[in-house]
């Protein structure tokens, strides 16, 4: 869990597998298919009546009600920071008054747009940097 924790929307963003495990002090041995994470992510919101992004190949978003899927990103955002920047998306889109499940699908989008752009330019030496860089790219 990283910034959004404690927000009073209830906005939460899972940056790893790991962390999602240890929150739900569960153990989950691996998640086989997207059905079954969409099924996870989607218990896992609604036990902690929050919003839950997943990050992984395929980004997983959910209210506890419905589940979302972003497609956008690079294999080069596995490294440290891509979570970090996920949250500072997230909660500038929070800040701007947009509604939490939206703001969260957005910003995992944005954020993955802006690593395949960050990807293409720096390869596998991109950075969490290179990412907040590009995000003003998206929007053009």
């Known amino acids: 869990l990283t910034v959004l924790e404690n927000l009073m929307v209830g906005a939460y963003v899972m940056k ?14 691996h998640f086989p298919n997207l059905k079954e994470r969409k099924k996870q992510v989607k218990s896992a919101a609604k036990k902690l009546n929050c919003i839950v992004i997943l990050k ?3 980004d997983i978003i959910s209210d506890g009600k419905t589940a979302a899927t972003n497609e956008s990103g690079s294999i080069y955002m ?6 970090d920047t996920l949250a500072g998306v997230c909660g500038a889109l929070l800040a701007g008054g947009i509604k ?29 940097s290179d990412i907040i860089e590009t995000i003003p790219k998206v929007f053009k």
């Open 100 to 128: 939490p499940f939206d703001a969260a699908c957005l910003a995992a989008w944005i954020n993955g747009k802006a690593g395949e752009l960050a990807a293409n330019k720096f390869g596998a030496g991109m950075l969490a």
């Open 56 to 58: 992984g190949h395929k």
């Open 78 to 83: 596995t490294k440290a920071g891509t979570g």
């Open 16 to 29: 790893d597998k790991k962390k999602f495990t240890a929150r739900l002090e569960r153990v989950f041995e």
